[in-house]
T-cell receptor, first 111, second 114 residues
Framework: GDSVTQMEGPVTLSEEAFLTINCTYT??????LFWYVQYPGEGLQLLLK???ADDKGSNKGFEATYRKETTSFHLEKGSVQVSDSAVYFC??????????WGAGTKLIIKP | DVKVTQSSRYLVKRTGEKVFLECVQD?????MFWYRQDPGLGLRLIYF???????EKGDIPEGYSVSREKKERFSLILESASTNQTSMYLC?????????????FGPGTRLLVL
């Protein structure tokens, strides 16, 4: 079945560092891809999404490009802040109209 | 803004108790979902509902049931709580019949079963 694999965390960076969180997927067809973020003590919220190959989703300085050839949707940010500390989840819609989730990557930004 | 609320942030129950987790959304969404979140496992779908009085099993329905008597409210029921049901429970809702719409999440209920 469809699946999502994320890099294991925690990922610890200093403020203003460049961030990459890897996400690869296995799916039939052409799923829509998502990054959700969970800040401490809060529910998940959509960060960005892409619905077809080569689409780039972006929000709050984060970007991710839907790469069909490498089945990837890596999350990037040029300069992270302490406030970006959170757990990040990659997800896709499968052919049964359900969201398939990665395990989550905890990001810790140190001042 | 869409708001999804859950009845409790933290809950402590004893093995064998019947547990009710309530979720309410205020945006007239058709679709509602219950997930559990465990470290290293991401989110796993327990049950979902696309309409009032309608329910469908997700990936891990065993030991759980749900109720949707009103469009805005979706309840998760643990008939006889067990220690392996200690987890974070997340409710979500989404609009539309396409089933690919953005899901909006509540803050979660952290359940401890002793």
């Amino acid at each position: 079945g469809d699946s999502v694999t994320q890099m294991e965390g925690p990922v610890t960076l200093s403020e203003e560092a460049f961030l990459t969180i890897n996400c690869t997927y296995t799916a039939t067809g052409y799923p829509s891809l998502f990054w959700y973020v969970q800040y401490p003590g809060e529910g998940l919220q959509l960060l960005l999404k892409a619905t077809k190959a080569d689409d780039k989703g972006s929000n709050k300085g984060f970007e991710a490009t839907y790469r069909k050839e490498t089945t990837s949707f890596h999350l990037e940010k040029g300069s992270v802040q302490v406030s970006d500390s959170a757990v990040y989840f990659c997800a896709l819609w499968d052919s049964n109209y359900q969201l398939i989730w990665g395990a989550g990557t905890k990001l810790i930004i140190k001042p | 803004d869409v708001k999804v609320t859950q009845s409790s942030r933290y809950l402590v129950k004893r093995t064998g108790e019947k547990v009710f987790l309530e979720c309410v959304q205020d945006m007239d969404h058709e679709n509602m979902f219950w997930y559990r979140q465990d470290p290293g496992l991401g989110l796993r779908l327990i049950y979902f509902s696309y309409d009032v009085k309608m329910k469908e099993k997700g990936d891990i329905p065993e030991g759980y049931s749900v109720s949707r008597e009103k469009k805005e409210r979706f309840s998760l029921i643990l008939e006889s709580a067990s220690t392996n049901q200690t987890s974070m429970y997340l409710c979500a809702s989404s609009s539309g019949t396409g089933r690919r719409e953005t899901q909006y999440f509540g803050p979660g209920t952290r359940l401890l079963v002793l």
